[in-house]
């Protein structure tokens, strides 16, 4: 007979509930990222922007021309501001999951230390089980002889 811990269903929900919050907080961590790079990917577009006004300043340009290329470098900044706001909301999504997530983990460890702890003690029962056999036959035989 095989050691059986008698939540293992209990330990496999837990388990089961732990991976489902790992991924919902790798899942935000992506889109985190995502938003990051987009805004990085802006900064460097507003920059180019005003550094191509600022070129386009030294020439002549027609005013129209220079309007266009403000108005541009502008609704890029407008887009950076939303990003970043998004990112915001993003890292408190990030955190409250983080905490659920951990919340998770704990409960499914508890039930595995207490699985490991019974296996341990049902190991020790055991080997104590067949000790005390061996010696019933030693003592037998001995008595015998």
Known sequence: MGF???L??????????ERREELALEQV???????QRAADQLSAEIENAHQARQDAMQDSVPACHLQTMLSEANAAMERKK???KTLQSLEQRRDRQSRVYQAAHRARRMLSDMA???K???????????QRFV???FGSRSQRG
């Open 8 to 17: 293992a269903s209990v330990l496999g929900v837990r388990e089961s509930v």
């Open 116 to 118: 490991d702890r019974q």
């Open 120 to 130: 341990e003690a049902w190991e020790q029962d055991m080997g104590r089980a067949q």
């Open 4 to 6: 059986r811990f008698s």
């Open 29 to 35: 961590q992506q889109e985190i990222i995502t938003v």
């Open 135 to 137: 010696d019933d036959m």
């Open 82 to 84: 939303a990003l970043l």
